[in-house]
């Protein structure tokens, strides 16, 4: 049985570092692509961050330079390490089998979607507070 299941999330302050982790079952995550979502209440989801099975990454010009998506075998997880956290990164954070930006003839479509992949976490809450 696949299954997505996020954790991490949490209250962080501006400037901090939090680390999400997506964790599988049912599939190894070196097999498949594993993108990390995210959304606000009453906005569109938006991809921010994926890594494929070759381990190429793309990070969404909003957290670019501030998160780091990384794959533990291993573990089966993959992590969204978030550093310098603002408030406009408060949001739920999701991940899903399969993200394809290079699919893209502009990468940048890939963050708005639509999307049709199969399996989602339940999400992690995140808010940015002092």
């Known amino acids: 049985q696949v299954q997505l299941v996020e954790s991490g999330g949490g209250l962080v302050q501006p400037g901090g570092s939090l680390r999400l982790s997506c964790v599988a079952s049912g599939f190894s995550v070196r097999n498949v692509a594993i993108g990390w979502f995210r959304q606000v209440p009453g906005k569109e989801r938006k991809g921010i961050s994926c890594?494929?099975?070759?381990?190429?990454?793309y990070y969404a010009d909003s957290v670019k330079g501030r998160f780091t998506i990384s794959r533990d075998n291993k573990e089966n997880t993959v992590y969204l390490h978030m550093t310098n956290v603002r408030p406009d990164d408060a949001a739920v954070y999701y991940c899903?089998?399969?993200?394809?930006?290079?699919?893209?003839?502009?990468?940048?479509?890939?963050?708005?979607?639509?999307?049709?992949?199969?399996?989602w976490g339940p999400g992690t809450q995140v808010t940015v507070s002092s």
């Open positions: 899903a089998t399969e993200c394809n930006p290079r699919g893209y003839s502009d990468p940048i479509r890939w963050e708005v979607g639509p999307w049709d992949y199969e399996y």
């Open positions: 890594i494929d099975t070759d381990s190429y990454t």
